[in-house]
């Protein structure tokens, strides 16, 4: 029986990747654990393995195809004695490849025949004919029932059975497919009207008796920014993987995690002498050579605050609040274009030189796209720092599933009044934007107090 090889979630936030290099060709044979593709995520380049073995039918998706969706049919994995099916006759090959990917779909509907005497046509249900028996339950093995962990993630999110779901995958797998189908299935059941997708720059239409009361309002999507400029006095650059998972993950965060922003001013006079000090000790050559920047103490600083207000240090979930047990630090970083989240985890247990070689390290491979997803995924706060473009004060979108976000402007010198007079301090503006779910003003507030006094008198964080 022939397997189609589906394309891999290689996280758990991936919606769809690039085929960026086949290592495999048709008629190869193949067995568990060999490298059959490079897939390119909107963060990281990964190899994907096969887990079965027997040999390359077909391949349905051309190297270099971007914008593959999750567990779509990428190839045809054939048993020993079968052969592939033939291609459609179709001049255009995207067609021809579209044609079989379909025909491989799982649960793809079969060409209407004309009905016989020796097979008469189903007649459609209706209120005197019952309908259909329901699905039967997907396949197990020894009591395990087979699923991806995407779909398992998301049923036990969203409390469903996966005994009850029947899989669409290969030998009955059950996929995200099929966990969301049932998802819109059990809102039918339950009375609740399924969510319907509007066509970009389509205005939903309501009937009277359907029109929001007062003091609501309906989002209409935003229409397409094309239709305000002539053609030909713009150039069209095509959205890649990376900035379109960008603009997904942000657009959700802004609109369903409640933002606020709590600013404060941090003297660093005594972190710059202190970081001066340090660097001009520090050997210049060799394995042992470093160079601390501000972002390395600032990173220390939250890390040792946020064991200080563990509310701080929390993510959101449905049941509960999930208060984490290190300071797993996301710093951004500027890929240009893009941006990437990598986590220095465990920081309140790192000192400063450990945090600033774990945060170059990072900053270097995620430019390079050879991060791994464990190393970007999670992470239970976030730092970005626009301080070097000479950014005085900023606000920063919120890390999902994380509860807040650091943004570090510059640090200027400012006429300051101490003790009555006149001086000159450095001051850097911090602002830092909160889930209001998880953190109240006040919360916030005592955290970023916490953080000023470490920033301010740097051996405190020796104590």
């Given at each position: 029986?022939?397997?189609?090889?589906?394309?891999?979630?290689?996280?758990?936030?991936?919606?769809?990747?690039?085929?960026?290099?086949?290592?495999?060709?048709?008629?190869?044979?193949?067995?568990?654990?060999?490298?059959?593709?490079?897939?390119?995520?909107?963060?990281?380049?990964?190899?994907?393995?096969?887990?079965?073995?027997?040999?390359?039918?077909?391949?349905?998706?051309?190297?270099?195809?971007?914008?593959?969706?999750?567990?779509?049919?990428?190839?045809?994995?054939?048993?020993?004695?079968?052969?592939?099916?033939?291609?459609?006759?179709?001049?255009?090959?995207?067609?021809?490849?579209?044609?079989?990917?379909?025909?491989?779909?799982?649960?793809?509907?079969?060409?209407?025949?004309?009905?016989?005497?020796?097979?008469?046509?189903?007649?459609?249900?209706?209120?005197?004919?019952?309908?259909?028996?329901?699905?039967?339950?997907?396949?197990?093995?020894?009591?395990?029932?087979?699923?991806?962990?995407?779909?398992?993630?998301?049923?036990?999110?969203?409390?469903?059975?996966?005994?009850?779901?029947?899989?669409?995958?290969?030998?009955?797998?059950?996929?995200?497919?099929?966990?969301?189908?049932?998802?819109?299935?059990?809102?039918?059941?339950?009375?609740?009207?399924?969510?319907?997708?509007?066509?970009?720059?389509?205005?939903?239409?309501?009937?009277?008796?359907?029109?929001?009361?007062?003091?609501?309002?309906?989002?209409?999507?935003?229409?397409?920014?094309?239709?305000?400029?002539?053609?030909?006095?713009?150039?069209?650059?095509?959205?890649?993987?990376?900035?379109?998972?960008?603009?997904?993950?942000?657009?959700?965060?802004?609109?369903?995690?409640?933002?606020?922003?709590?600013?404060?001013?941090?003297?660093?006079?005594?972190?710059?002498?202190?970081?001066?000090?340090?660097?001009?000790?520090?050997?210049?050559?060799?394995?042992?050579?470093?160079?601390?920047?501000?972002?390395?103490?600032?990173?220390?600083?939250?890390?040792?605050?946020?064991?200080?207000?563990?509310?701080?240090?929390?993510?959101?979930?449905?049941?509960?609040?999930?208060?984490?047990?290190?300071?797993?630090?996301?710093?951004?970083?500027?890929?240009?274009?893009?941006?990437?989240?990598?986590?220095?985890?465990?920081?309140?247990?790192?000192?400063?030189?450990?945090?600033?070689?774990?945060?170059?390290s990072l900053a270097e491979r995620a430019k390079e796209k050879k991060l791994k997803p464990q190393e970007f995924e999670g992470g239970t706060f976030s730092i970005s720092n626009l301080g070097m473009f000479g950014m005085k004060q900023f606000t920063a979108v919120i890390n999902p599933p994380q509860s807040a976000i650091l943004a570090?402007?510059?640090?200027?010198?400012?006429?300051?009044?101490?003790?009555?007079?006149?001086?000159?301090?450095?001051?850097?503006?911090?602002?830092?934007?909160?889930?209001?779910?998880?953190?109240?003003?006040?919360?916030?507030?005592?955290?970023?107090?916490?953080?000023?006094?470490?920033?301010?008198?740097?051996?405190?964080?020796?104590?």
């Open positions: 029986m022939s397997t189609q090889i589906l394309m891999p979630a290689l996280s758990p936030t991936m919606e769809e990747g690039k085929l960026a290099k086949w290592h495999v060709k048709e008629g190869d044979t193949v067995k568990a654990g060999d490298v059959l593709a490079e897939i390119e995520t909107d963060k990281a380049t990964m190899e994907f393995e096969a887990i079965d073995e027997g040999r390359i039918g077909k391949l349905l998706v051309p190297e270099g195809a971007e914008g593959v969706k999750v567990n779509a049919p990428i190839a045809l994995l054939l048993e020993e004695g079968e052969t592939a099916p033939k291609a459609p006759a179709l001049s255009n090959i995207p067609d021809a490849m579209k044609a079989i990917r379909e025909a491989l779909a799982p649960g793809s509907p079969p060409k209407a025949e004309k009905a016989t005497p020796q097979q008469p046509a189903q007649p459609a249900p209706t209120a005197a004919t019952p309908p259909p028996a329901p699905q039967p339950p997907p396949m197990r093995t020894n009591g395990r029932i087979f699923a991806s962990p995407l779909a398992k993630r998301i049923a036990q999110q969203k409390g469903l059975d996966l005994a009850s779901l029947k899989g669409s995958g290969p030998h009955g797998r059950i996929v995200k497919a099929d966990v969301e189908a049932a998802r819109t299935g059990a809102s039918a059941q339950s009375g609740q009207r399924p969510i319907v997708p509007v066509p970009t720059g389509a205005v939903p239409q309501r009937r009277k008796e359907e029109a929001p009361a007062a003091g609501t309002s309906i989002i209409a999507p935003l229409p397409d920014a094309r239709l305000f400029y002539k053609e030909g006095d713009y150039e069209a650059v095509p959205h890649d993987s990376m900035r379109r998972t960008i603009a997904r993950r942000l657009t959700s965060a802004k609109a369903l995690i409640p933002h606020y922003y709590l600013t404060i001013d941090c003297d660093i006079r005594e972190l710059m002498d202190a970081r001066a000090r340090l660097n001009a000790r520090a050997p210049k050559e060799g394995p042992e050579a470093y160079k601390l920047s501000v972002n390395d103490f600032v990173i220390k600083a939250a890390a040792m605050a946020l064991m200080k207000h563990p509310d701080v240090n929390a993510s959101w979930s449905e049941n509960a609040l999930l208060k984490h047990k290190h300071a797993d630090i996301g710093i951004a970083v500027d890929l240009n274009p893009g941006l990437i989240t990598p986590i220095v985890f465990h920081a309140e247990t790192r000192g400063l030189l450990d945090i600033s070689r774990e945060a170059r570090i402007g510059a640090g200027e010198e400012h006429a300051v009044v101490k003790d009555g007079k006149i001086t000159v301090a450095q001051v850097m503006s911090v602002t830092m934007g909160c889930d209001h779910r998880v953190i109240d003003g006040a919360t916030g507030a005592r955290f970023l107090q916490t953080f000023k006094a470490f920033i301010e008198e740097p051996a405190a964080m020796l104590l």
